[in-house]
């Protein structure tokens, strides 16, 4: 019995579609792994970027919230201050008849 050229292709065929599987499997699972080492090195990053990110946003926070507390301590004097001179201002006019600024 020897092989003819149709039987060596059907062979070669078979050959290449058991291969194509074989490699699509393989590339599958390796696919799968480095998805999941990708995704354990990203995690791994991701936290310690937030924790940079929390220690050198933590003083910055703490001097804003101080800058808020001075700013409404001011902004509450000189709105005190403002509304006293306004008061002033009207009994002022009031009192020497001018009409009001």
Avoid: W
Wanted: no cysteine; proline share 2%; aromatic share 4%.
């Amino acid at each position: 019995m020897s092989l003819t050229s149709q039987d060596l292709t059907k062979i070669g065929e078979l050959i290449d579609q058991k291969l194509d599987q074989k490699l699509d499997q393989k590339l599958g699972e390796f696919e799968l792994k480095m998805d999941e080492k990708m995704d354990q090195r990203f995690d791994t990053f991701e936290s310690k970027l937030d924790q940079k990110f929390d220690q050198k946003l933590a003083p910055l926070t703490r001097k804003v919230n101080r800058i808020e507390k001075k700013l409404d301590a001011a902004i509450h004097m000189f709105d005190g201050e403002v509304t006293s001179l306004k008061q002033r201002t009207t009994r002022i006019e009031g009192h020497l008849d001018l009409p009001q600024v």
